[in-house]
């Protein structure tokens, strides 16, 4: 069965670069949820999407953007990159409806900021 | 205000020898429960969940977990455990508050050792 898949598996930056992560969510799911896992813990809520709007906001900096395009994919925007940013950065995905919003991850983007 | 509680940040237990993973929550609403499972450098996969129903639920890799309203917990177990379960395993419920959130707990390390 189709996952979520998120690209790329790893990136570097330097501080003060910016990043784009992608997620594309699995086939006929409408939301679109991103969390950040900091070295031994747990992931964290970002932001998420619901049918292309923002449905929710967690702990995203000013600096983190986020959309969800036509074909459900998603994209987070990081800027002016920082040190403390470096993590693993999951996507998720879930269908409206009977699955009372279980929610299946991505394998994750590492991301480490020099 | 929901919370989740994994009281064990790391067991350490021998394997086919038999493993409880705890978790406990605080809601004031109805929550739905979950279990995942994340090996090193992966992503977090969905071991077993509670929607509603048997109080038992089954999971992969021979994981269960048994809802106790009264006692407001979800703990894993599995009977035998292999090399191959050492992993971080968290604990989430979702619960609905405008949209559907996730809360995790901080996680728990098993290692098993030979």
């Known amino acids: 069965a189709a996952g979520v898949i998120q690209s790329p598996r790893h990136l570097i930056k330097e501080k003060r670069e910016t990043a784009t992560l992608k997620c594309y969510p699995i086939?006929?799911?409408?939301?679109v949820y991103w969390y950040q896992q900091g070295p031994g813990q747990d992931p964290q809520f970002l932001i998420s999407f619901y049918e292309k709007m923002q449905s929710d906001k967690g702990s995203i900096p000013d600096r983190f953007s986020a959309q969800q395009f036509s074909d459900y994919h998603s994209e987070l925007n990081m800027s002016s990159l920082e040190l403390g940013d470096s993590a693993l950065y999951f996507c998720?995905?879930?269908?409206?409806?009977?699955?009372?919003?279980?929610?299946?991850f991505g394998a994750g983007t590492r991301l480490s900021v020099l | 205000a929901q919370s989740v509680t994994q009281l064990d940040s790391q067991v350490p237990v021998f394997e086919e020898a038999p493993v409880e993973l705890r978790c406990n929550y605080s809601s004031s609403v109805s929550v739905y429960l979950f279990w995942y499972v994340q090996y090193p450098n992966q992503g977090l996969q969905l071991l077993l969940k509670?929607?509603?129903?048997?109080?038992l639920v089954k999971g992969i890799n021979g994981f269960e977990a048994e809802f106790n309203k009264s006692q407001t917990s979800f703990h894993l177990r599995k009977p035998s455990v292999h090399i191959s379960d050492t992993a971080e395993y968290f604990c989430?419920?979702?619960?609905?508050?405008?949209?559907?959130?996730?809360?995790f707990g901080t996680g728990t390390r098993l290692k098993v050792l030979a």
């Open positions: 998720a995905s879930s269908v409206t409806g009977n699955t009372k919003n279980i929610q299946y």
């Open positions: 509670y929607l509603s129903g048997s109080t």
């Open positions: 086939p006929r799911h409408d939301t």
């Open positions: 989430a419920v979702s619960f609905y508050s405008g949209t559907y959130k996730y809360i």
